[in-house]
């Protein structure tokens, strides 16, 4: 029975990662644009070395000080209660995810919005994939 269950996290270990490296090759390049009046850039997902990149926590996008960032709590785009903040789980304009000029889907802390993921599941999930 323990090399049952033993089996099964394996198993279960390698899908997860297997979805996640899928996940992260399929953003991986994407822009991040806000879905306000102004079409705000946010940045990309990519590689934290990158000066553009949301997982750069020293650059403009990736700062949880810039008003740019989705990861500043006190930020428009950051802000659980604001309509266009990619951490609001009521949100229905949540910043989208573009690549090759088509949405992919949407960054947004938002269970209900088909297409959304996580701006924190996505950095836990691609930072170092990416």
Same mark, same amino acid.
Do not use: H, W
């Given at each position: 029975? !323990?090399?049952?269950?033993?089996?099964?996290?394996?198993?279960?270990?390698? =899908? +997860?990662?297997?979805?996640?490296?899928?996940?992260? !090759?399929?953003?991986?390049?994407?822009?991040?644009?806000?879905?306000?009046?102004?079409?705000?850039?946010?940045?990309?997902?990519?590689?934290?070395?990158?000066?553009?990149?949301? +997982?750069?926590?020293?650059?403009?996008?990736?700062?949880?000080?810039?008003?740019?960032?989705? +990861?500043?709590?006190?930020?428009? +785009?950051?802000?659980?209660?604001?309509?266009? =903040?990619?951490?609001?789980?009521?949100? !229905?304009?949540?910043?989208?995810?573009?690549?090759? !000029?088509?949405?992919?889907?949407?960054?947004?802390?938002?269970?209900?919005?088909?297409? =959304?993921?996580?701006?924190?599941?996505?950095?836990?999930?691609?930072?170092?994939?990416?």
């Amino acid at each position: 029975m !323990q090399k049952i269950k033993i089996a099964l996290l394996l198993l279960l270990s390698v =899908s +997860f990662n297997t979805l996640a490296n899928e996940v992260c !090759q399929v953003i991986d390049g994407a822009k991040i644009i806000a879905q306000d009046e102004k079409n705000t850039y946010l940045g990309k997902l990519t590689n934290s070395y990158d000066s553009d990149s949301i +997982f750069n926590e020293y650059g403009t996008y990736g700062s949880e000080y810039n008003e740019l960032s989705v +990861f500043n709590d006190y930020g428009k +785009f950051g802000s659980e209660y604001n309509q266009y =903040s990619a951490t609001n789980p009521y949100t !229905q304009e949540p910043p989208m995810i573009i690549k090759n !000029q088509k949405i992919i889907g949407y960054l947004s802390a938002n269970k209900n919005l088909q297409g =959304s993921i996580s701006p924190n599941l996505t950095k836990a999930l691609c930072s170092d994939e990416i």
